[in-house]
């Protein structure tokens, strides 16, 4: 079955760093999605991105960071500077039309030090 | 604003039927979502269910939903240790170009042998 693959899988970086999570959505998908989730909260909205532009994205998302589908098959979060509060699991997700299911990634551990 | 309330513990005995419940405010969602995190792992889309069905059945999964309630239950049966995990509700609202999806916290099923 198609899945929506995150890479690193851990990524620990130095507070102020930049850092960018790659994901390589289902291949027939057109919405893609990030997520995180907070060590012991719910996992949270961050972003939805279609046709190459963000169509939503929560208080979260700041200036601080930004998507890119860089090419046919990835999609990437950058997160500019980052903070010790970036600290979270980042998950990718896609669905093949807006009022369809989003598939999740394994996600990606970010540490911040 | 939207939200999704779980309880966050369920223990069970195996081969035991599990039911997991869960709360929701947006009587305009579209979809109702289960979603399985297993320790270290990613979200893993179990099951669904469209807001105008009111019971879906997939193998040892059973959802129950109660629209005038807002309650959606998943009901596990001959529960198994490989059951043991992360238990999301969330909720789909179709929202202005994407699907707005919010997750409950999660009930942690523990199975015991």
């Known amino acids: 079955e198609p899945e929506v693959t995150q890479t690193p899988s851990h990524q620990v970086t130095q507070m102020g760093q930049e850092v960018i999570l790659r994901c390589v959505p289902i291949s027939n998908h057109l919405y893609f999605y990030w997520y995180r989730q907070i060590l012991g909260q719910k996992v949270e909205f961050l972003v939805s991105?279609?046709?190459?532009?963000?169509?939503?994205k929560s208080e979260i998302f700041d200036d601080q960071f930004s998507v890119e589908r860089p090419d046919g098959s990835n999609f990437t979060l950058k997160i500019r500077s980052t903070k010790l509060e970036d600290s979270a699991m980042y998950f990718c997700a896609s669905s093949v039309q807006e009022d369809q299911p989003q598939h999740f990634g394994d996600g990606t551990r970010l540490s911040i030090l | 604003g939207e939200d999704v309330e779980q309880s966050l513990f369920l223990s069970v005995r195996e081969g035991d039927s599990s039911v997991i419940n869960c709360t929701y405010t947006?009587?305009?969602?579209?979809?109702l979502y289960w979603y399985k995190q297993e320790p270290g792992a990613g979200l893993q889309l179990l099951t669904y269910i469209f807001s105008n069905m009111d019971m879906k059945q997939d193998q040892r999964l059973t959802v129950l939903l109660n629209k005038k309630d807002k309650h959606l239950s998943l009901r596990i049966a001959d529960t198994q240790t490989g059951d043991s995990a992360i238990y999301f509700c969330a909720e789909g609202l179709n929202s202005g170009g994407y699907q707005k999806v919010t997750f409950g916290t999660g009930t942690k099923l523990q199975v015991i042998p």
């Open positions: 991105f279609y046709n190459n532009e963000i169509s939503e």
């Open positions: 947006d009587s305009s969602s579209t979809y």
